[in-house]
Structure formats: C-alpha cells, structure tokens
C-alpha cells in the first residue's frame, strides 16, 4: 500500500542543521507534490512548505522561508527537508505528507510516521 | 497568516452527534472552499477525515460530515463511536500557497 518512510529521531544541539528524509512507495512519486508539516509538544499542526516533486518547484511558509529548503530525488522516490539554524522553539515532530490531487487546496492524504526532533 | 480558531474540547455520548467549529477570517475559510480536517490520535500521524469542506475521501465513514458558512467551518459526527476519540484538526487555504491549521479540539466520547 501507498507508505511514505520517515527517518528516524534526531538530538541537534542549537545552531546545527537538520535534514530529514521521507521515502515514498507504491505510487508513482513524480504525480503527487509533498508537504512538509511540524508540530510542537502539545501544539497545533504547522505548514512549512512543499515540492512539487515533477519540476522541484517548492513553496514555502512565511516563517520558514530563508531557513527551510525541501528537495526530491526522483530516482530514490525521496524528498527531503533541510533545516537551518536550530533553536530550541525547533523541537517538534516533523510530518511528510503527500499531496491529494482531489483538491487544489493543499490537502495531504497519506502521512508519513513522524520524525521526533529534540534541539537541546 | 493568523491561524484558526477551534474549541479545546467537545464530548459527546456514544450514538449522539457532536459538532465541531473552526473560526477563520475572509482570508482564508471565507475566501476558499477548502477547508479540511484531520484526526489524529496520541503519538500517531493525523489522517484526513474531510477535505473541500464537504468531501470525504474513500473509506471515511459517512458519519463524518462538513460544512461551512462564513469564515466558520464545521466538522460533524454523527453517531459518536469509542473509536471516534481523538484530536481533531482543521485546516484552510489562504492564498498565495499558504495553509492554516486550527489549534486542535479534543474528542471525548463519555
């Protein structure tokens, strides 16, 4: 069935970089955009941006941009999410999620399992 | 982008119907129709229950339904099952490849 495979949990100290990877499968990945989704201990669910896996366009949210960048790897049916900078606020775990091409609103219909990430 | 207002809590009795608001502004809930909602239980991944307001995707049970009126949108279970307790999560296009999320609201079901 369609899968999309987190890495796992990651400690950063402040000021490091992340980067996470999400492996799709059973599905063709060039089809579907992927988004990237965080949530804090405890808070509410946070957009952070997404590709457009065909062309790597990406999009990304206002609080993030300048320090988020999402790539593919189509021949690894992989994206990726790199982080800059962690700040304690960073602590979350980070979701991917695929892109529904039922609507042109941004809805993701699969999900990855999460990736704790502790910044301490 | 401001994010969307959702109530902490909701109940509700197995077999009762119990509805869910998400309060948004003209920006995004008022000016699109693609509202949607997630589930999520404790330490899992959320899963999309509703999506474009009103539409359910393939395998959702047709207890869960949508609507919207305004820049209020609202997600309902009819038919509440112990199965159904759960974190509940609405979300909103705003333009310009931007999506909100509501602050959550927490389904019991006594």
């Known amino acids: 069935q369609v899968q999309l495979i987190q890495s796992g949990a990651e400690v950063k100290k402040p000021g490091a970089p992340l980067k996470v990877s999400c492996k799709a499968s059973?599905?063709?990945?060039?089809?579907?955009?992927m988004h990237w989704v965080r949530q804090a201990p405890g808070q509410r669910l946070e957009w952070m941006g997404r590709?457009?896996?065909?062309?790597?366009?990406?999009e990304y949210s206002q609080k993030m941009q300048g320090r988020v960048t999402i790539t593919r790897d189509t021949s690894a049916s992989t994206v990726y999410m790199e982080l800059s900078s962690l700040k304690s606020e960073d602590t979350a775990v980070y979701y991917c999620?695929?892109?529904?091409?039922?609507?042109?609103?941004?809805?993701?219909?699969?999900w990855g399992q999460g990736t704790k990430l502790t910044v301490s | 982008q401001s994010a969307l207002t959702q109530p902490p809590s909701a109940s509700g009795s197995p077999g009762q119907s119990v509805t869910i608001s998400c309060t948004g502004t003209?920006?995004?809930?008022?000016?699109?129709?693609?509202v949607s909602w997630y589930q999520q239980n404790p330490g899992k991944a959320p899963k999309l229950m509703i999506y474009?307001?009103?539409e359910r995707p393939s395998g959702v049970p047709d207890r869960f339904s949508g609507s919207k009126s305004g820049n209020t949108a609202s997600l309902t279970v009819s038919g509440l099952q112990a199965e159904d307790e759960a974190d509940y999560y609405c979300?909103?296009?705003?333009?310009?490849?931007?999506?909100?999320f509501g602050g959550g609201t927490k389904l019991t079901v006594l």
């Open positions: 999620a695929r892109e529904s091409l039922s609507s042109s609103g941004l809805v993701m219909d699969v």
């Open positions: 059973a599905y063709t990945f060039t089809n579907y955009g």
């Open positions: 590709i457009n896996t065909g062309n790597g366009n990406t």
């Open positions: 003209s920006s995004d809930i008022g000016a699109y129709n693609y």
């Open positions: 474009d307001v009103t």
């Open positions: 979300s909103s296009y705003a333009g310009s490849y931007n999506l909100v």
